[in-house]
Nanobody
Framework: QVQLVESGGGLVQAGGSLRLSCAAS????????MSWYRQAPGKERELVAT????????NYADSVKGRFTISRDNAKNSVYLQMNSLKPEDTAVYYC????????????WGKGTLVTVSS
């Protein structure tokens, strides 16, 4: 069955770095655009970054541009989010998301990993 398993979350001080990983299984990874979303307490889930399937082109939310880098390894069925210069407002549960490149109605979510940035 389809699985997206996030890891790498934790507690970090402002200005620090974390690297999130998402291991995918149960589908043809290279045929899916991969994204990271986040949801802070009391707020709606928001898109952080997306990377396309084969070409691996990234896009970022304005709030993380220049600080976060999304990447993928199709040989390992994994997607990563390198987060640098973390701010307290980056505190959220981060979710991995997979969307089939041919249909936006086919998608999967991971269960999330918590990132807490202390001031």
């Amino acid at each position: 069955q389809v699985q997206l398993v996030e890891s790498g979350g934790g507690l970090v001080q402002a200005g620090g770095s974390l690297r999130l990983s998402c291991a995918a299984s149960g589908f043809t990874f290279s045929n899916y655009a991969m994204s990271w979303y986040r949801q802070a307490p009391g707020k709606e889930r928001e898109l952080v970054a997306t990377i396309t399937g084969a070409a691996g082109r990234p896009n970022y939310a304005d709030s993380v541009k220049g600080r976060f880098t999304i990447s993928r390894d199709n040989a390992k069925n994994s997607v990563y989010l390198q987060m640098n210069s973390l701010k307290p407002e980056d505190t959220a549960v981060y979710y991995c998301h997979a969307r089939w490149i041919l249909s936006s109605s086919t998608y999967y979510w991971g269960k999330g990993t918590l990132v807490t940035v202390s001031s």
